[in-house]
Nanobody
Framework: QVQLVESGGGLVQAGGSLGLSCTTS????????MNWYRQGPGKQRELVAT???????RYADFAKGRFTISRDNANKTVYLQMNSLKPEDTAVYYC???????????WGLGTQVTVSS
């Protein structure tokens, strides 16, 4: 089992920045591929960014150049730094973990990000 706890959400003006954290516990963090997803009002959940066990990253087009995903294996934490935020970035942001060996998948409860215009 893996427990995920997100933090760092809040209210920010357009153009501002927020940093999210996802702290994990349980299974070996180094076995986990980590993702950030988001779900905006009335929208489907969508993938924001991925970081592999080796630190390779991938981003959704809307996140490229503005968001940065990173991981700290020693502290079992993954981060999402979001800059130049837009009102359309308003969403609940979820941390997701996938064990690359068992394919088990885990979700956090999410953290609300609201960007005012």
């Amino acid at each position: 089992q893996v427990q995920l706890v997100e933090s760092g959400g809040g209210l920010v003006q357009a153009g501002g920045s927020l940093g999210l954290s996802c702290t994990t516990s349980g299974r070996l963090f180094r076995n986990l591929l980590m993702n950030w997803y988001r779900q905006g009002p009335g929208k489907q959940r969508e993938l924001v960014a991925t970081i592999t066990r080796g630190g390779s990253t991938r981003y959704a087009d809307f996140a490229k150049g503005r968001f940065t995903i990173s991981r700290d294996n020693a502290n079992k934490t993954v981060y999402l730094q979001m800059n130049s935020l837009k009102p359309e970035d308003t969403a609940v942001y979820y941390c997701n973990a996938r064990d690359v060996f068992s394919s088990d998948e885990y979700w956090g409860l999410g953290t609300q990000v609201t960007v005012s215009s």
